[in-house]
Nanobody, 115 residues
Framework: QVQLVESGGGSVQPGGSLRLSCTAS????????VNWYRQTPGNQRDWVAL???????NYADSLKGRFTISRDNAKNTVYLQMNGLKFEDTAVYYC?????????WGRGTQVTVSS
């Protein structure tokens, strides 16, 4: 079965940048639509961005211009570049790989934006 592992989270000051990675094992990653989500305690898990197999991308309206999703199929990895980080971006970030029949989640990586 496919397993997803997120990495690259950490603490950053407002206005700073981080690049998150989601690496897959146990399956063929290139055929999946991959999403990033984020969640804070007590709240729903909110959609952040997605990337299709052909590289087409979509973003949550509030994040357009600050976040960029990309993929490197040879490395079985999807990235989320986050620029101009704000306090409200603090959350656990999760990657999700979706196909017509299967849906996989990683365990998340913490991003904390504070001064």
């Amino acid at each position: 079965q496919v397993q997803l592992v997120e990495s690259g989270g950490g603490s950053v000051q407002p206005g700073g940048s981080l690049r998150l990675s989601c690496t897959a094992s146990g399956g063929i990653f290139s055929g999946y639509v991959v999403n990033w989500y984020r969640q804070t305690p007590g709240n729903q898990r909110d959609w952040v961005a997605l990337i299709y197999s052909d590289g087409t991308t979509n973003y949550a309206d509030s994040l357009k211009g600050r976040f960029t999703i990309s993929r490197d199929n040879a490395k079985n990895t999807v990235y989320l570049q986050m620029n101009g980080l704000k306090f409200e971006d603090t959350a656990v970030y999760y990657c999700n790989a979706a196909s017509p029949l299967r849906n996989f989640w990683g365990r998340g990586t913490q991003v904390t934006v504070s001064s």
